[in-house]
Structure formats: C-alpha cells, structure tokens
C-alpha cells in the first residue's frame, strides 16, 4: 500500500513521535546533548517551531508546529541522518537506528496541545525512569517550569496565555503538570499519532480538511476511535 504523505494544516500543531529500532539510542550525557544541537540546527534550518520535547532511551517526542509542509519531514531527516553517523562513529556501531519513519499527527490546539505538552513533558515518569517529571534532565518540563532555558524553544501562544509574566506561565504549568492525566486521553492521542490521523473535535476536523494536504481521518472511521496499533508499541513511547 502506497504511504500517505503526512497531513499538514497551516499553522496548526503536531505531536510527533520516533522509535527507536533496537538498543538504546541515547548511551551517554554527549549523546543526549548532540540529539538536541542537531534538533535545534535542523528546526532553524526548516522553520520548525518546537514547544515541547522528551528525549527517552528508545523513543523521542516532539510538539511542533510547522512553517511550511514540508518543515517537519526537513527537520526529522536531518536530524536524523546527522546524529546516527555520529552515534555510529562514537560508539564503533553500524547500521539504523530508528523504527522506520516517524509518526506524527495535527492536533485541535485548544482541545489538546496542553495534553500534549503534559504528555511529553511526563513520559519519563510514565515509564517509571523518574518519580517527578523534574528529576528527568532530557525534557521541556524544566523549561516549561523555569528551572532552565532551552534557547530553541518557541513558547506557543497557549503557553503564553497562562500568565501575564513569565513567573505566572510557569507556575502555571507546575500546578496544571501535577493534575493527574486521564489515561483515556493519553491513548487517544497516542494512537492517533501513531496511526497519521488527525486529532480534534468533529467541528475541527471539517474545518482542518478545507485546509489539509490531504484527508484526514479514515474514510470507513470518520466518526469510530481510531485503532490501537499496539499496547506494545504505546508502552515504548510512555
């Protein structure tokens, strides 16, 4: 079957997940810290707004938002490319390093991009490598909370929105990051991203589809949840 080419709606978010093939793809603090020089690079280079971030031993997860349709695919093939040959020359290895392409999927800002932005910022905790999303070091939460700067992040209009002074945005989102999630949600988006589909009301997806590169939703699921593609897969991505 022919691949869709991945959905983009004019100024509206993605959440966007990498796996990793096999083994860890993250073996040291150098490792870490390249992953994000080449993030950074590749998201100037493309135009590639990036709100949130995880870096996990065998997955990666980004919420972005793209200047142009191609901003995406630009930014995750370059960073890709440049941080497996260096990993490979690091560490003496060969061969590929990420599960296939990446997924991503456009999510209803208003509905869902602070889920999202929780979801990232907690999926070190979701899979039980930390008992705070504080504690993790490779993640935007400490930005989001103040407690450090990533300089290549652009603070989405929602995050600005929580607070007049960048002292009230950020004890903003502590308090919302400490509300529980409901896991029903977390699925929802997992699946949809894992799937290509978009996220959003039936009032956004009709909107979004006047718009969109391409359809949207499955033409027989329109109005059905989207499948899961595996709880397996969703358990490596936390």
């Known amino acids: 079957m022919t691949r869709l080419a991945r959905h983009y709606v004019p100024e509206q978010p993605q959440h966007v997940i990498l796996q990793g093939l ?21 998201a100037r280079v493309a135009d590639l707004a990036v709100h949130a971030w995880v870096l996990m031993p065998d997955a990666v997860q980004f919420l972005v938002t793209p200047s142009y349709e191609s901003s995406v695919a630009m ?9 497996v040959e260096t990993f490979n020359r690091r560490h003496g290895r060969r061969g590929m390093m990420w599960r296939g392409a990446y997924h991503a999927t456009v999510i209803e800002p208003d509905r869902y991009f602070m889920l999202a932005s929780k979801v990232i910022d907690h999926a070190p905790v979701r899979s039980h490598l930390v008992a705070e999303p504080g504690n993790y070091p490779w993640s935007s939460y400490t930005h989001h909370v103040g407690r450090r700067v990533d300089g290549f992040i652009k603070d989405h209009p929602l995050y600005a929105a929580l607070g007049t002074t960048p002292g009230e945005r950020q004890q903003a989102y502590c308090n919302l990051a400490a509300q529980p999630l409901d896991e029903g949600e977390v699925d929802h988006l997992m699946q949809s991203t894992l799937n290509g589909w978009v996220l959003g009301s039936a009032a956004y997806c009709e909107w979004a589809a006047q ?28």
Not at 213 to 234: E, G, H, I, Q, Y
């Open 75 to 83: 930014a995750m093939q370059a960073v890709c490319r440049r941080y």
């Open 211 to 238: 718009t969109a590169n391409r359809r949207l939703m499955p033409l027989l699921l329109r109005d059905k949840p989207v499948k899961v593609r595996t709880s397996r897969a969703l358990s490596r991505v936390g």
């Open 22 to 42: 096999k083994g860890p793809a993250f073996l040291d603090e150098g490792d870490y810290l390249y992953f994000l020089a080449c993030l950074a690079d590749a």
